[in-house]
C-alpha cells in the first residue's frame, strides 16, 4: 500500500500503516462519524496523527 500512495504523490513521511485488515474497523468508524455530522450540518472537523 506505501507504495501505491507513493506514485499517488504521497509524501513517504505522510503515511502511516495502521496495520492489516484486523485493525480497518477502527478506521472506519472515523468515517462514520464524519459522514453522520455532514448530515447534521454539524461542524467541519479532521483528525490530525502527532508522532
Known amino acids: ?3 501505491l500512495l507513493g506514485d ?3 509524501a513517504s513521511d505522510s503515511i ?3 496495520g492489516g485488515i484486523a485493525s480497518a474497523r477502527g478506521a472506519e ?6 459522514f453522520a455530522l455532514v448530515q447534521a450540518g ?5 483528525i490530525k496523527v502527532v508522532r
Open 1 to 3: 500500500m506505501r507504495g
Open 42 to 46: 454539524g461542524p467541519q472537523f479532521n
Open 16 to 18: 502511516v500503516d495502521l
Open 29 to 34: 468508524y472515523y468515517f462514520v462519524l464524519f
Open 8 to 10: 499517488l504523490g504521497w
